[in-house]
């Protein structure tokens, strides 16, 4: 009778100190590998003397939590938290989630267990680009030639509700992330592919899940011998009308010469000097730049770009042209590369 009692009193006592009740209110019905998706939470607290309401979660397999901080909604006496959480695997259990109130009293916690998944695995074409997402845009692209069998393109692409980092093709030589802004809601790539030179138009597909379908973009090749990126600050500078100018500082050399010998006037003979020395200046090969030992030689020209190569010893790579912050060089196997300033020897 006594152990009755006892019982009953420590019941009473932990719906007593009961203030808060949880519930799952939104779970989507079905999750494609790869995709962000929300989830909801319904949070009734029946004291108002606190401050927050603090979740934690466990025990969830597949799944990959991206905000610690919820949306939250409220109407009425109801919270409506929502939190995102990415999809990684075939086989997902939502997790455990335990509520509590910050507070300055002591209040009992909260748990509700979470169900499992019902995940739906794509079957994509080879020019998946591995993105899931409510929309993608190409923003921006360049070509330009990377060696003889290859162009390199890039790319920048924008991207509603998608884990844009995830970003992967298939059969192309190299390729890799130059920059990303990852967010769960909006995102941005900056991207790279070295692709070979008889490709026309690179092709590429995503996964639409407003239209439950995949989505294909095409990317025309048209090679740019001026860049190699879609920014405006790295394009290196022109050498591409110096012979032309080579041309009109000997034409304007010759008349001057021509002056000269029918008026006899001596002053005529800057005209012929300084046109001169020009074209021995635009006439001279390009110096080679100095690396020092040890420096990265990057394949774009963009802070953080990805490194393809770094030097083993000081030596001497033909200076073909410079942004800001890099000079453009070829490599010994006649790759183009870009090293920064600093880390050349006449710097």
Not at 29 to 42: D, N, S, Y
Request: net charge neutral.
């Amino acid at each position: 009778m006594k152990l009755l009692l006892l019982t009953f009193m420590l019941l009473s006592s932990l719906l007593a100190n009961k203030v808060i009740y949880l519930s799952y209110d939104k779970v989507p019905q079905r999750v494609v590998k790869g995709e962000i998706f929300p989830i909801t939470l319904k949070t009734l607290s029946t004291t108002q003397n606190f401050y927050d309401i603090n979740y934690s979660f466990s025990d969830y397999d597949g799944l990959k939590i991206l905000t610690s901080v919820p949306q939250r909604e409220k109407k009425g006496k109801y919270f409506y938290d929502t939190f995102y959480l990415l999809s990684t695997q075939k086989l997902a259990k939502l997790p455990d989630v335990e509520a509590s109130l910050i507070a300055e009293g002591d209040y009992n916690s909260t748990k509700i267990f979470g169900d499992t998944l019902n995940i739906i695995e794509l079957n994509p074409k080879n020019d998946f680009s591995n993105i899931i997402a409510n929309d993608l845009k190409i923003l921006e692209y360049k070509t330009t030639s990377y060696d003889d069998q290859h162009n390199i393109v890039v790319f920048v692409a924008s991207a509603n509700n998608s884990n844009i980092a995830a970003m992967h093709f298939k059969n192309v030589f190299k390729q890799g992330i130059e920059s990303v802004k990852d967010s769960y809601d909006e995102s941005k790539i900056t991207y790279f592919l070295v692709i070979d030179k008889n490709i026309e138009v690179f092709s590429l597909s995503y996964f639409n899940l407003l239209q439950n379908s995949f989505i294909q973009l095409h990317i025309p090749i048209i090679v740019d011998d001026d860049s190699v990126t879609t920014q405006s600050d790295l394009k290196p500078t022109d050498h591409s009308h110096e012979k032309l100018k080579i041309e009109i500082a000997a034409v304007i050399t010759i008349l001057a010469l021509i002056l000269t010998l029918i008026r006899r006037r001596y002053i005529y003979v800057i005209f012929i000097i300084i046109p001169l020395i020009y074209i021995v200046l635009l006439a001279m090969p390009e110096k080679k730049i100095c690396i020092k030992k040890g420096s990265n030689i990057y394949l774009l020209p963009v802070s953080n770009g990805t490194i393809f190569e770094t030097t083993h010893s000081q030596y001497y790579l033909p200076k073909e042209g410079s942004v800001k912050k890099f000079i453009k060089v070829t490599l010994e196997n006649q790759k183009i590369g870009w090293v920064k300033n600093e880390d050349t020897c006449s710097y």
